[in-house]
């Protein structure tokens, strides 16, 4: 690295654009779309960050947590590697595909493991074995200076860089990947160079987030979290986000509906509204899990294993449309990043504050 | 002796021409300073006995009277200034031990003064309270992370004891018999009508206020005065009183010429008789003593009740408070060094503790390194004196802030430190029925009403302005706080950065 400062030296509020697309049957499809869908909104980033989310894509190893890693140095390549191969069993490993393109400079080493923790490593630790997988990523993102894993989940994988969203899809030669799901953002810092593993999406195992927002609770969050063993090593809403949606629904065992009852909560306005248990069990949510409530803007989407969720501060500060056409659903800031690609829709609507928007698997959807 | 002679600090000017001699001042002074003298059909004033508490000044019809600082003054001397000079003419004269009221009144930094606010500008937007939402509705008590559900998935809620406040903000600690009847009837109703709590000290709960079970706290204190079943049940929760701001470490003393009627009644002491609260409980003689009076308040309430554990701002605060948060404690009050109380000794009033801030933002930041701040809830005090200081304590990392001092300035208290001599001539700190008639409940209680109302509208035009629309997302959310002036250890102790950065 150079000596610009970079996310986790300094806070760094940013600006964006989002969009998602899922196909409920699990039909795969290429991740030319999206590309298309956020280039539209071009005007949304500045050239700062762009980054992808593809969900399926690795259906051959779709039982081993696919690592996507940079490295500044060949050193940190050498040392990460060495660390992977005392506590992992590495069935795979390659530099990730990309094709040169002019607007994307200063790349670091990308490289992608397919993993498995080595059993006796794993019944050491005591731990499961996706905490075992948080606690080695947590570890090489702090401990190994210039390796830095922005992907870490089970046929699913994160893609980003320094540039515009399209160009960033461009160079990771995204429209060779099939999936689900995909998702992606353009990102739109304001005071930064920006730094490869700033962008987005924040990934940790399979969940995935995109967000376009500053969350004004962000430190009241990041303190809270800190304490469940989490380290926020970049300072940005999205990853703070992140660990909480993994906590919440992982850790704790909330439902993803729960979890936008706690994240973007109700006001006690409407709660008092409602009959009694409903009123109860949000009193509770808001009561026990106070320090996850989110204030602020922000527009996210969330990926995880077989689904894709939507949701809104909860005064809807920032815009998300969502629409539908035959099995695929698509989300996104504007209505026009989603016309683009799919002109002739069902229908399309513009989501409450609050209100999750949860779109999962049909129930005989392709094995994916 | 003409050695123990000091000039009164502060004189009372009379302007003569505007003087109708109504006699007003002379029948308002508690501390007899002025006289009428008939001959001359003048009104003259004994400057010695003023306090300076403005009864007169702000009674007199004819605004003749002002209070002033004496320009008498030592032979200026940097070192031993007029504080230190008479202090020891007091006490070679009388061999004792100084007593004063209120909070620490000396020169030590404010941080709450060195701290500044945020607010948003263009990468988010500021959110009007009068357009929408603000909520500052805080629940105190221990939270858990378990989750529990019924056979169909459904989530069942796990009742905890809490507390639920309408704001951040409680009245304090202050006992009846340090403080009137009239008083203590304001701050029940006004707790009652804000939606708050008000704490009965440890002097026990009046029958008359009962009543207002249900927004009271009562405290246990080493005395253990007035604690009995029925005061315990009527309350909605229950403070062991381990220390206080202005006299860590030490015990009370209510003298006896204030134990009298009801006074003697609800705190179960005889008419007359010293109330001596120990220096200690003497079953608490160390962190596992306390874990046993936690729990035994609870059973003989049948857990019902939160358990709030208050403790003085001391140096080891932060160990002190992670022992309690393990001890059974719902909640945690820390009371600053600027801590108020009716009567205190100089010199541990002005020596002893530290500043709450500093004690809140190590506290907080402890509990969290071991994981156990969710255990918890933490009230602070000593001193809170607007709504910025309530905001900036809970951007540090308090769930809520007790006001004494602040409550009784809304009540006419003019700040002149003697509640001590129980001549308090605004009805507060008194027990003399004549004075305490002064205060009028029905007009006490509305104005603690509107200090807090105030005061919340400020916190959400605060909250609105920094785009936070509930107050948990403040909570110890440090970003929003800049030091202005500090040094590097004072932002590390709490945890915020500069001004600039």
Redesign the interface.
């Known amino acids: 690295m150079n000596d610009t400062v970079i996310e986790g030296q300094v806070r760094i509020p940013s600006g964006c654009a989002i969009s998602g697309i899922f196909s409920r049957s699990g039909k795969r499809f290429s991740g030319e779309s999206i590309i298309r869908s956020i280039e539209v909104m071009h005007d949304r980033s500045n050239g700062l960050g762009g980054g992808f989310a593809g969900y399926g894509i690795y259906p051959e190893y779709k039982d081993y947590y696919a690592f996507h890693i940079f490295y500044d140095t060949l050193k940190a390549k050498r040392d990460c590697e060495e660390f992977l191969e005392r506590h992992f069993d590495i069935i795979n490993l390659s530099k990730i595909p990309t094709t040169k393109v002019k607007e994307i400079t200063n790349e670091p080493l990308i490289w992608r493991y397919f993993v498995l923790p080595l059993p006796t490593k794993l019944s050491e630790s005591q731990l499961t074995e996706e905490e075992f997988v948080v606690k080695s990523v947590f570890r090489i993102n702090t401990d190994i200076e210039g390796a830095y894993i922005f992907s870490s989940g089970k046929n699913m994988g994160v893609f980003k860089a320094v540039g515009f969203p399209e160009d960033v899809g461009r160079f990771y030669r995204l429209d060779e990947y099939e999936g689900y799901c995909f998702t992606a953002h353009g990102r739109y810092p304001t005071n930064t160079p920006g730094w490869w593993g700033g962008a987005h999406p924040f990934a940790l195992l399979d969940y995935s987030i995109v967000h376009n927002g500053e969350i004004s609770s962000y430190d009241a969050n990041r303190r809270a979290i800190e304490m469940y063993g989490y380290k926020c090593t970049l300072q940005t809403d999205t990853e703070v986000i992140t660990y909480i949606f993994d906590y919440l629904h992982r850790k704790v065992g909330l439902t993803l509906g729960e979890i936008a009852s706690v994240v973007a909560a109700p006001f006690w306005q409407t709660i008092g509204q409602m009959d009694a248990p409903e009123r109860e069990r949000h009193e509770y949510l808001r009561n026990m899990f106070a320090s996850q409530l989110i204030t602020g803007p922000f527009s996210i989407l969330v990926g995880f294993s077989g689904g894709l969720m939507a949701l809104n501060d909860r005064l809807k500060l920032r815009s998300m449309v969502v629409g539908q056409k035959d099995d695929m659903v698509y989300m996104a800031s504007e209505e026009s990043a989603i016309r683009i690609i799919e002109p002739d829709l069902d229908w399309i609507r513009s989501p409450r504050g609050g209100e999750a928007v949860i779109v999962t698997l049909d129930k005989n959807a392709s094995e994916v | 002796m003409a050695i123990e002679f000091m000039y009164p600090e502060y004189e009372v000017l009379r302007d003569p021409d505007r003087c109708i001699r109504c006699r007003v001042c002379e029948r308002q002074c508690a501390n007899e300073v002025h006289t009428y003298l008939p001959e001359k059909d003048r009104m003259i004033s004994d400057d010695l006995k003023c306090v300076n508490c403005h009864r007169c000044a702000t009674l007199c019809p004819t605004r003749a009277i002002k209070i002033v600082k004496s320009p008498h003054t030592f032979k200026e001397n940097a070192n031993w200034g007029q504080k230190e000079i008479t202090e020891i003419y007091k006490q070679a004269s009388s061999g004792g031990v100084l007593l004063s009221s209120m909070g620490n009144p000396e020169k030590y930094p404010v941080y709450f003064d060195k701290m500044l606010l945020n607010a948003?500008q263009v990468?988010?937007?500021s959110?009007d309270p009068l357009r929408?939402?603000m909520?500052t509705?805080v629940?105190l008590g221990g939270?858990?992370?378990e989750?529990k559900r019924d056979e169909n998935g459904?989530?069942i809620?796990?009742k905890?004891v809490?507390l639920e406040l309408s704001m951040p903000v409680m009245f304090s600690a202050m006992s009846y018999g340090s403080i009137s009847y009239n008083a203590h009837e304001s701050l029940a109703r006004a707790a009652r009508e804000l939606g708050i709590f008000y704490n009965t000290g440890e002097g026990g709960l009046h029958e008359d206020f009962y009543q207002y079970g249900s927004n009271t706290i009562v405290q246990v204190a080493s005395g253990r005065f007035g604690v009995h079943k029925k005061y315990l049940d009527t309350a909605a929760a229950i403070e062991i009183k381990i220390g206080q701001g202005a006299k860590p470490g030490i015990g009370g003393h209510l003298p006896g010429e204030k134990i009298v009627g009801d006074v003697s009644r609800t705190r179960m002491v005889p008419e007359g008789a010293d109330a001596i609260s120990p220096a200690p409980h003497h079953d608490i003689y160390s962190i596992e003593d306390l874990r046993q009076l936690v729990y035994s308040l609870k059973e003989a309430t049948n857990y019902t009740k939160p358990v709030f554990v208050k403790i003085a701002a001391v140096h080891n605060i932060a160990a002190i408070a992670s022992g309690i948060a393990r001890s059974g404690a719902d909640v945690i009050a820390i009371d600053g060094f600027r801590g108020g109380t009716g009567a205190a000794p100089t010199r541990i009033r002005d020596n002893v503790g530290i500043p709450i801030e500093l004690a809140l933002a190590s506290v907080d930041t402890r509990l969290?390194e071991e994981?156990i701040?969710?255990r918890v809830s933490l009230v602070v005090a000593g001193s809170i004196r607007s709504s910025a200081d309530v905001f900036k304590a809970v951007a540090l990392?308090a769930d809520a802030c007790y006001i004494g001092t602040a409550a009784l300035l809304a009540l006419g208290c003019h700040l002149c430190r003697t509640c001590q001599t129980g001549r308090c001539n605004w009805g507060i700190a008194t027990q003399r029925p004549d004075l305490v008639k002064r205060l009028n409940p029905d007009l006490g209680y509305q104005r603690l009403v509107n200090l807090l109302t105030a005061w919340n509208h400020e916190i959400k035009e605060l909250m609105g302005g920094?785009?936070?629309?509930?107050i948990?997302?403040?909570?110890?959310?440090?970003?929003?706080l800049r030091g202005v002036g500090l040094t590097q250890k004072e932002l590390d102790i709490l945890g915020i950065k500069h001004a600039g950065e």
């Open positions: 948003s990468t988010n937007p959110i929408e939402p909520e509705r629940f939270k858990t992370h989750i459904r989530l809620p796990i905890r809490k969290r994981g701040r969710d990392g920094m785009g936070i629309n509930s948990e997302s403040l909570k110890g959310n440090r970003l929003m």
